[in-house]
């Protein structure tokens, strides 16, 4: 079985282009030099240009919105320590699902990250 598919995928966008991509990949680039106010300032001036960098507009936002809770959740729980390594795990984690996002929004393809929420539809 074949999982990469773009077909089968409800959320797959055959025809992005160049501009498109890039775009979005500077949206998950911008999350480690501006956090969340780049990202947010490129969505809110491109996302009735292309269904794509809307869709990864969101799924970014998403993802900056539940991670942060997460975070603070964890930073919370370090008072009784337990919550030391959900946070550094949480911290690893965003950092990796940061460069994934980089890495699936230059080839194209939608990227939502694991444990996130659609908050923004």
């Keep these: 079985m074949n999982f990469q598919n773009n077909s089968k995928n409800p959320h797959a966008f055959p025809n992005v282009t160049s501009e498109e991509k890039n775009m979005a990949m500077l949206i998950w680039i911008l999350n480690f030099l501006t956090s969340f106010i780049g990202p947010l300032i ?4 491109k996302k009735d240009e292309s269904a794509y960098i809307n869709q990864q507009g969101k799924n970014y936002l998403n993802f900056v919105i539940c991670y ?4 603070l959740i964890s930073y919370i729980f370090t008072i009784v320590i337990i919550g030391i390594i959900p946070f550094f ?6 950092f990796v699902y940061g460069i994934l996002g980089i890495i699936k929004t230059n080839k194209g393809e939608d990227y939502v990250v694991p444990l996130t929420f659609p908050i923004i539809k």
């Design 68 to 71: 942060t809770g997460y975070l």
């Design 89 to 94: 795990a949480f911290s690893i984690a965003a």
């Design 42 to 45: 490129i969505w809110l001036m």
